[in-house]
């Protein structure tokens, strides 16, 4: 899998407004905090909040905030809102791809490789993050004896 600047970005914007929720952070605020550019951040919360991830507040105590509490909101839902699904082959879905002779079994590798993303990234909330207390079998994964190395 690979998560672009953009999802990048995404996840540190709400990573900041899930420290500061409820209260608004503004967009030099978070870009400040997280050494991103500030027009590219705007664009990320704009796809934030036409996904109804953050809400946005005009005027001079303006800002953004997260549109529910920390511990609702998972880091794949703020991937899906600015990248997509979060497994595509092709740009297709996984169970959308068809194949004959000795791949023809494909389509199930590939749904289990989203499932297995999504065990991960839409069973891990913003707050979870922050807190640093991961679930279990996240954690666990994060001790197998290659997690941490290249390949």
């Known amino acids: 899998m690979q998560i ?3 999802g990048d970005y995404a996840v540190r914007a709400a990573l900041s407004l899930a420290t500061a929720y409820p209260s608004l952070l503004s967009t030099q605020a978070i870009a400040s905090e997280q050494d991103m550019p500030r027009k590219f951040l705007e664009a990320v919360l704009a796809d934030l909040r036409r996904a ?3 809400r ?15 511990r609702e909101v998972t880091v794949g839902a703020i991937l899906r809102a600015v990248e997509g699904p979060l497994a595509g082959v092709r740009g297709l879905r996984p169970e959308e791809t068809r194949y004959e002779g000795s791949a023809e079994n494909l389509p199930r590798l590939w749904v289990a490789v989203r499932a297995a993303v ?3 990234l839409d069973e891990v909330s913003l707050a979870e993050v922050v807190s640093g207390r991961l679930p279990t079998h996240v954690r666990r ?3 197998l004896p290659d997690a941490w190395e290249p390949r």
């Open 56 to 70: 946005a507040q005009r005027g001079a105590e303006g800002g953004y905030t997260l549109a529910r509490p920390p």
């Open 141 to 143: 994964l994060t001790t």
């Open 4 to 6: 672009s600047a953009r």
């Open 52 to 54: 109804g991830v953050v």
């Open 118 to 120: 999504r065990q991960v």
